[in-house]
């Protein structure tokens, strides 16, 4: 299905269940990575032969991001690590004194800097915050601690960032200056009761903030001055995050989650933690390789 500037769409399961999240298109080998938390996964998928192979992470991986070199970088429970020739290396501890956290989603900025974000693995604690990866030394960034961060993620030029409080459904947003450091953070946009709780964030090159909806079927768009655009429908209702790849960042692939589904409603979701597709005529912007 193509989605029009206004027109909602629906989406194509592509297959291959894995209870994903953090999808990030590889752009020099043309795959799609992504996690899958609870399992301790990474997986890749290769859409011209559809091919998944999964490898095992340590604790609970929240994303990843492919590096220039052919590496990985992997954001698990303890810290920020390297994944290269089956080897896990942790390159960054985070929140140390915070054991009940973890890391939760992640984007590469156009200055090459890594922004994350991290959790209360208890879904409970308002202990989550979001950290700048940069020149080897990560930097914690100011916005008010929240219990679940999603994102984040970044406008065209990099000059504004857009941050997820998932459980106040809520997106934020900020300047970010020259330094890259972000600056005071204003309400974006909501996700209204009834719609499920905004997950992942992305951007495409219009500069339209797209959203999954854990618990909302579907993916929410936002124009930059944050009006509600439209919704592209899914069967499945945990819908984690997209990413915008294909040879011409047009083809959107989704992750979708079976996390709290009750066994009646994985009876009528039989899709649910399955990776979906859809097409769209704005592209995404090209994925940026970190410079850390």
């Given at each position: 299905?193509?989605?029009?500037?206004?027109?909602?769409?629906?989406?194509?399961?592509?297959?291959?269940?894995?209870?994903?999240?953090?999808?990030?298109?590889?752009?020099?080998?043309?795959?799609?990575?992504?996690?899958?938390?609870?399992?301790?996964?990474?997986?890749?998928?290769?859409?011209?032969?559809?091919?998944?192979?999964?490898?095992?992470?340590?604790?609970?991986?929240?994303?990843?991001?492919?590096?220039?070199?052919?590496?990985?970088?992997?954001?698990?429970?303890?810290?920020?690590?390297?994944?290269?020739?089956?080897?896990?290396?942790?390159?960054?501890?985070?929140?140390?004194?915070?054991?009940?956290?973890?890391?939760?989603?992640?984007?590469?900025?156009?200055?090459?800097?890594?922004?994350?974000?991290?959790?209360?693995?208890?879904?409970?604690?308002?202990?989550?915050?979001?950290?700048?990866?940069?020149?080897?030394?990560?930097?914690?960034?100011?916005?008010?601690?929240?219990?679940?961060?999603?994102?984040?993620?970044?406008?065209?030029?990099?000059?504004?960032?857009?941050?997820?409080?998932?459980?106040?459904?809520?997106?934020?947003?900020?300047?970010?200056?020259?330094?890259?450091?972000?600056?005071?953070?204003?309400?974006?946009?909501?996700?209204?009761?009834?719609?499920?709780?905004?997950?992942?964030?992305?951007?495409?090159?219009?500069?339209?903030v797209w959203v999954g909806l854990f618990g909302g079927w579907g993916?929410?768009?936002?124009?930059?001055?944050?009006?509600?655009?439209?919704?592209?429908?899914?069967?499945?209702?945990?819908?984690?995050?997209?990413?915008?790849?294909?040879?011409?960042?047009?083809?959107?692939?989704?992750?979708t989650a079976r996390k709290g589904l009750s066994q009646g409603e994985?009876?009528?979701?039989?899709?649910?933690?399955?990776?979906?597709?859809?097409?769209?005529?704005?592209?995404?912007?090209?994925?940026?390789?970190?410079?850390?």
């Amino acid at each position: 299905m193509r989605a029009g500037a206004d027109d909602d769409s629906r989406s194509r399961r592509e297959g291959r269940r894995c209870a994903g999240r953090g999808p990030v298109w590889d752009i020099a080998r043309e795959c799609l990575w992504f996690v899958d938390i609870k399992g301790h996964r990474l997986h890749r998928f290769d859409p011209k032969t559809g091919a998944l192979e999964s490898t095992a992470a340590p604790e609970e991986p929240g994303w990843v991001v492919p590096l220039r070199d052919g590496a990985l970088l992997v954001g698990a429970k303890a810290g920020v690590h390297r994944h290269a020739r089956g080897a896990f290396t942790l390159l960054h501890a985070v929140e140390q004194d915070l054991p009940g956290n973890r890391l939760n989603d992640a984007a590469v900025h156009p200055d090459g800097s890594v922004w994350l974000g991290t959790m209360d693995n208890a879904e409970d604690a308002p202990s989550g915050g979001y950290y700048r990866l940069h020149a080897g030394v990560c930097t914690a960034l100011s916005p008010k601690p929240m219990i679940i961060t999603n994102g984040p993620a970044f406008s065209p030029d990099g000059r504004t960032v857009y941050l997820v409080d998932t459980l106040e459904r809520t997106i934020l947003s900020a300047p970010v200056d020259a330094e890259g450091h972000p600056g005071v953070t204003r309400i974006f946009a909501r996700v209204p009761p009834g719609m499920g709780y905004p997950d992942g964030p992305a951007v495409d090159s219009a500069g339209t903030v797209w959203v999954g909806l854990f618990g909302g079927w579907g993916v929410v768009r936002f124009a930059p001055d944050g009006t509600m655009l439209g919704k592209v429908e899914f069967p499945v209702a945990n819908v984690t995050k997209i990413a915008f790849g294909g040879a011409d960042l047009t083809t959107v692939y989704a992750t979708t989650a079976r996390k709290g589904l009750s066994q009646g409603e994985l009876a009528a979701q039989p899709a649910a933690g399955d990776l979906f597709t859809f097409t769209v005529e704005v592209p995404g912007l090209a994925p940026e390789y970190p410079s850390v």
